[in-house]
């Protein structure tokens, strides 16, 4: 019964990051811990960023990225990326094993993992390595059968319509 959850969203379509939120509003309703590591989206706005502070004490929201990798307005070294990119995955280590959370989400870790920016075998001993009880959620857009095989639940988002598509820019309290 107590035993943790490892959770990862991946896939092209949207809702990813929504469903660990989705996860963590749960959790929080239960007076449950839940601390969320952003590892790409380090410089841009968030809505769960101000929603961070309203869940406080329950809900951590750490922003340990530099920003989207290699596109949009990135004006980081690569090596800036993967320097920050490991001090998360560090924090996120540390989280973990800290007991003081239920739940661990490493939000756009996935990517880290598709940039290189991060070992694969290092994030999968921290998940083998993890405290039983602890969850930890994965989101990102990759997976790789190491993942695959260490998961407890694997749900692929798969872009059926996007409003991207029809020109339709990110919005506010949806998608960011
Ligand atoms: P969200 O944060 O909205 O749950 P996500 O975590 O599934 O999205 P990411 O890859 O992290 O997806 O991308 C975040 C942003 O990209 C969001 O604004 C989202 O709407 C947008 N996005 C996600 N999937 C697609 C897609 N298939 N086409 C265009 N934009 C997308
Ligand atoms: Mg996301």
């Given amino acids: 019964m107590n035993k943790g959850l490892i959770i990862t969203y ?9 469903a660990a939120l989705g996860v963590a509003l749960r959790a929080v309703g239960y007076d449950l811990k839940v601390c969320m590591i952003q590892f790409i989206k380090g410089e841009w706005d968030y ?12 809900f951590e929201l750490i922003i340990a990225g530099k920003g989207f990798v290699g596109i949009l307005d990135d004006d980081h070294d690569i090596n800036e ?11 996120a280590k540390e989280k973990i094993d800290s007991l003081q959370y239920d739940t661990v989400i490493l939000d756009e870790i996935n990517y880290a993992l598709k ?7 290092e994030l999968i001993s921290i998940l083998q390595a993890k405290p039983p009880e602890v ?3 994965l989101t990102g857009n ?10 407890d639940l694997v749900t692929e988002m798969r872009e059926v319509k996007h409003p991207f598509k029809k020109g339709i820019r990110a919005k506010k309290g949806i998608d960011f």
């Fill in 47 to 58: 809505g769960e960023i101000y929603s961070s502070n309203r869940l406080k004490p329950n």
């Fill in 81 to 91: 990326h993967v320097v920050s990119a490991k001090a998360a995955l560090d924090l």
């Fill in 142 to 151: 990759y997976l790789t059968d190491q993942i695959l095989n260490n998961s």
């Fill in 115 to 121: 940039l290189k920016l991060i070992e694969e075998h």
């Fill in 10 to 18: 991946y896939g092209n379509g949207k809702g990813k990051t929504t």
């Fill in 135 to 137: 969850n930890i959620i």
